[in-house]
């Protein structure tokens, strides 16, 4: 078992008339137990040259309600600069919009200037995946296609079971999938509210009267705990990070 | 100008196949200057009898939201493995949670209420928020 251990101590002379010496010392550990924190990360540098937010860590990659740690520090020598450390959400509010930094769809946690560093637990809370099922009906024939996500597949005889195997067999960049006899269910690899899935494209083309049906069966939504950067400049910036987590 | 010093250590012998130590200072400073930052809220101390929702440990309404670089430390002082605290920001925006002995330091923009919730009666909590005034 891993023992990884994090240490922090503030302390100030002059802040306060008395001196303030902070200090704090843990083991870190899976949720709810003593084990410790088994994966890393390891220590990551990433460059920018924009303004643009990006995704550091995301949810969907990181099991649920856990117990998380992300470091951060902004290694920019020059003071002006910072990066915003951003959760996904929807608190943009009035106020928040009063400054340059609210983008709406995010909620700001907090600016890192340079040299500045943070030790952050993070939860992971993933948002829903969409999934929805095919239905393979009626008469198929060989060479019968379905299309979806940028695969087609090709049937190669007209058992409804056989076509609908083939099509969970393939492999879709957005989606994963299992069957169940002439249903396949397809399930988005990442939780998104903006998919709604129908004959438009997850597209069946028969030459007789062979379908593909299509029905929701979850409505997605968006991941709640992204951890999203934005640079202040669009000159080179460098930040510093690492995940320190619960693999299950 | 006060001068206020935070150190981070990092380490471990067994996370990864090779042992890790990292040691990171930073001096606390007003956004975008060298100038350190001026306020300390102290630490508070709490014991929470009863299982908390929502709490507010850090109210957003005294704090500046022009740029600035507040920073916000919350320890969970309690014992055992399980009791945790959930750190959130207001309106349910969950950052994460603190087992006990775990410790949060976090920049903090000012814009949202810092709120805690527990799940368990007895759960103490220090915190404390390192701010620059609305006048700086």
Redesign the interface.
């Known amino acids: 078992m ?15 008339s008395s001196p ?1 010496n ?1 200090s ?6 899976e ?4 084990i ?5 990360s ?2 990551a540098r990433r460059e920018t040259e924009s303004v643009t937010p990006y995704v550091l860590y995301r949810s969907d990659d990181y099991a649920d ?5 992300v ?1 951060l ?1 902004n290694l920019s020598p020059i ?2 600069e ?1 990066f ?2 951003y ?1 996904t ?3 943009a ?1 009035g ?2 919009d ?2 340059d ?2 983008i709406t769809g995010l ?7 340079a ?9 992971s ?1 993933s948002g829903t995946k969409e999934a929805f099922t095919v239905t393979v009906a009626n008469t198929w024939a060989a060479g019968d296609t379905f299309a979806f996500d940028g695969v087609t597949v090709v049937a190669v005889n007209s058992t409804v079971a056989n076509v609908a195997s083939q099509i969970n067999n393939a492999y879709y960049p957005n989606w994963t999938t299992s069957v169940a006899t002439a249903v396949v269910t397809f399930t988005s690899r990442t939780s998104r509210a903006d998919l709604e899935i129908d004959t438009t494209e997850a597209v069946t083309t028969t030459a007789g009267d062979g379908t593909g049906a299509v029905a929701t069966t979850v409505t997605g939504t968006k991941s ?2 992204d951890i999203y950067i934005k640079p202040s400049v669009a000159t080179t910036m460098t930040l510093e990070s ?1 995940l ?1 987590y619960q693999a299950v | 100008m ?15 196949g090779h042992p ?1 130590t ?1 040691t ?1 200072t ?4 007003k ?4 100038t ?3 306020e ?1 809220t ?2 508070t101390s709490r014991t929470y009898a009863a299982a908390q929702t929502d709490t507010v440990i850090v109210a957003d309404s005294i704090y500046s ?9 919350v ?1 969970n002082t309690s014992t055992g ?2 009791d ?1 605290i ?2 959130e ?3 349910n ?7 006990p ?12 209420d810092v709120q805690v919730t527990t799940i368990a009666t007895g759960v103490t909590i220090e915190y ?1 928020v ?1 701010s620059q005034s609305a006048a700086s």
């Open positions: 891993p023992t990884t251990t994090a240490s922090l101590t503030i302390s100030s002379a002059d802040l306060t303030i902070i704090a010392t843990t083991n870190l550990t949720a709810g137990t003593g410790g924190l088994q994966s890393t390891g220590l309600d856990k117990s998380h740690k470091y520090k003071s002006s910072y915003t450390v959760l959400g929807d608190r509010t106020a928040h009063a400054t930094q609210s909620t700001e946690v907090g600016r890192l200037y040299g500045d560093f943070a030790f952050i637990p993070w939860n809370a709640l705990s690492m320190i | 006060a001068t206020t010093t935070a150190t981070f250590t990092l380490n471990s012998s067994d996370v990864t890790f990292m990171q930073a001096t606390l400073t956004a975008g200057g060298s350190g930052l001026d300390f102290g630490i939201v022009a740029a600035s670089s507040h920073k916000v430390y320890r493995t399980s945790y959930l750190v920001l207001e309106g925006v969950i950052i994460g949670r603190l087992y002995g775990d410790w949060m330091f976090i920049p903090y923009g000012g814009t949202l404390g390192f």
